[in-house]
T-cell receptor, first 111, second 115 residues
Framework: RKEVEQDPGPFNVPEGATVAFNCTYSNSASQSFFWYRQDCRKEPKLLMSVYSSGNEDGRFTAQLNRASQYISLLIRDSKLSDSATYLCVVNIVGSARQLTFGSGTQLTVLP | DTGVSQNPRHKITKRGQNVTFRCDPISEHNRLYWYRQTLGQGPEFLTYFQNEAQLEKSRLLSDRFSAERPKGSFSTLEIQRTEQGDSAMYLC?????????????FGDGTRLSIL
């Protein structure tokens, strides 16, 4: 079983739609959680950190459920420019504090 | 540009050759990471430096791979006797341990193709 699992998609949605991505992680000792966005053949870019109380940044809302080991990302009023791969990322406890990435969920927003 | 810088952007080489990549992190960041990403997968951790000390290596980092960060600033990743399976995007990231949640910021990567 992968440490971080995501639905690979692809998700094809019309402009203006609301879309939700889910992610589960296997290590209950995980400390930090993030969503990264990656455009085709580009580097991952931090979209937002995910906090226990849930957090919102404009059209983006992230939720964390530690009991279920589940993370979500909601995108409202999707734009064409939101088309990308969304990576669920967990910081597994350990000396290295390296990030563990899911395989990503591909989103295409259609005009 | 104050982001993470990597070079070269692309490297094409024959199997068996040695290659070296460079990463310049964000200047105030004391942590530096190397990852590898293949098509359709998320990045996979390779190794990590805190200042000049290499503190962790993944089991993915075979003996043919070596990384250095001699002065705690830039880092190099060398692959010796390259194999076709080494073809991937090699990503460098940096972070500052006093930043809340310590997010990692990535460079735009070096794409390695082994012929």
């Amino acid at each position: 079983r992968k440490e971080v699992e995501q639905d690979p998609g692809p998700f094809n949605v019309p402009e203006g739609a609301t879309v939700a991505f889910n992610c589960t992680y296997s290590n209950s000792a995980s400390q930090s959680f993030f969503w990264y966005r990656q455009d085709c053949r580009k580097e991952p870019k931090l979209l937002m950190s995910v906090y226990s109380s849930g957090n919102e940044d404009g059209r983006f809302t992230a939720q964390l459920n530690r009991a279920s080991q589940y993370i979500s990302l909601l995108i409202r009023d999707s734009k064409l420019s939101d088309s990308a791969t969304y990576l669920c990322v967990v910081n597994i406890v350990g000396s290295a504090r390296q990030l563990t990435f899911g395989s990503g969920t591909q989103l295409t927003v259609l005009p | 540009d104050t982001g993470v810088s990597q070079n070269p952007r692309h490297k094409i080489t024959k199997r068996g050759q040695n290659v070296t990549f460079r990463c310049d992190p964000i200047s105030e960041h004391n942590r530096l990471y190397w990852y590898r990403q293949t098509l359709g997968q998320g990045p996979e951790f390779l190794t990590y430096f805190q200042n000049e000390a290499q503190l962790e290596k993944s089991r993915l980092l075979s003996d043919r791979f070596s990384a250095e960060r001699p002065k705690g600033s830039f880092s190099t990743l060398e692959i010796q006797r390259t194999e076709q399976g080494d073809s991937a995007m090699y990503l460098c990231a940096s972070s500052f341990d006093r930043e809340a949640n310590q997010p990692q910021h990535f460079g735009d990567g070096t794409r390695l193709s082994i012929l």
